[in-house]
């Protein structure tokens, strides 16, 4: 006789974290939508918009450099404020076992702070997957060349991405 068991007691460890705007939108959207069996996370040098976040975590990344008002569309101020703050971005994806990080690319904090993040969790060893955006057309070419730069340096750090 056979008796079957279990053998998924424990589940993944699954974390989302929206770096910046854009990510700190897509994670309020799923948010909303009460996905269960993941902890979502939103992290922004802007501290108002941190504010309008309904994810159980927030963290406020390079208060020192960005006083809490942003990267102002400056991609090494956001990589900046994520260099400052890695340990405690360390803090809030450990114990994963797999990370989901949302970005809009060709801003500040997002295209800057998007790698770094990536960068802890290689080093973590948390299997990753970047899902960022790219601007519209009519944001102009400047915003599309920084999109496409921070996308680059993204890549080296996911095991996965998708734009």
Partial sequence: MFELLDSCGQSAVIKVI???GGGGNAVQHMVEANIDGVDFICANTDAQALQAMSARTTLQIGTDIT????AGANPDVG?????????????VIEGSDMLFITAGMGGGTGTGAAPVVAGVAKELCILTV?????????????????A????????QYVDSLIT
């Avoid at 006083?67 to 942003?70: A, I, Q, T």
């Avoid at 970047?130 to 920084?146: I, M, N, Y």
């Fill in 79 to 91: 990589r900046q404020a994520a260099h400052d703050d890695r340990e405690r971005i360390a803090e």
């Fill in 18 to 20: 929206g770096v910046g």
């Fill in 67 to 70: 006083k809490g008002l942003g």
């Fill in 130 to 146: 970047a899902v960022v955006t790219k601007p519209f057309t009519f944001e102009g070419s400047r915003r599309l060349h920084v």
């Fill in 148 to 155: 496409h730069n921070g996308i680059k340096e993204l890549s």
